[in-house]
């Protein structure tokens, strides 16, 4: 499974909860791109966060709170991954760390409530990042269905089953087509 890269948008008001997301993903296999962990003095913000982090990221987290939702940094990044969201080369999870209203662009999206219960939402953007699910297998298709023959002439699939098998059963020609019984033809269905 190759190794998944995410970026986190927050505003600077939040760091310390957004440190602690990159913490608790980092541990789960997600190379994080924070710009307190990636950006460093005399380094170009533009070339950093958008040519290096925005460019590269597999995932975009958007870490929504009252701060965030009023910050032209997080604006601008977020407009720059729906371009990549739009274009299929990322994914955006919406992180919701209090009660605000959601930007238009996102509203679409299904987010994860770190407000309510931290560790389950972060155990679901793990999954999300790599794309696994809870959905059980689909098992075999049952053999009463795989019996059954297409509907032919709007009979049901039992009638057209029946008839098929009748038709096949005997040489029409002769006149002997072959008999069923009431038990035979209730063990066809």
């Known amino acids: 499974m190759d190794k998944k890269i995410a970026f986190i948008s927050y ?4 760091r310390e909860f957004a440190e602690k997301i990159a913490s608790q993903l980092s541990k789960s296999g997600i190379d994080v791109w924070l710009d307190s962990w990636e950006i460093k003095a005399g380094d170009s913000l533009i070339q950093k966060i958008f040519m290096e982090g925005l460019a590269k990221c597999d995932v975009f987290l958007i870490l929504i709170s009252s701060s965030s939702i009023n910050s032209k940094w997080v604006q601008e990044e977020l407009n720059y991954a729906i ?4 274009e299929g080369l990322t994914k955006i999870i919406p992180l919701v760390k209090e009660k605000s209203e959601i930007p238009a662009p996102l509203r679409v999206l299904r987010w994860v409530d770190l407000s309510e219960d931290f560790e389950s939402g972060l155990r679901e953007v793990v999954k999300s990042v790599y794309d696994v699910t809870d959905k059980p297998p689909v098992g075999k298709i049952p053999d009463y269905i795989t019996e ?17 098998i009748l ?14 019984s009431g038990d035979e033809l209730n063990g066809l269905a």
């Open 167 to 180: 038709l096949k059963g005997g040489d029409t020609i002769r006149g002997d087509e072959k008999e069923y």
């Open 11 to 14: 505003a600077h008001e939040d």
């Open 148 to 164: 059954l023959f297409n509907s032919v002439g709007g009979l049901s699939r039992e009638a057209s089953t029946i008839g098929s």
């Open 83 to 86: 371009i990549k969201k739009i």
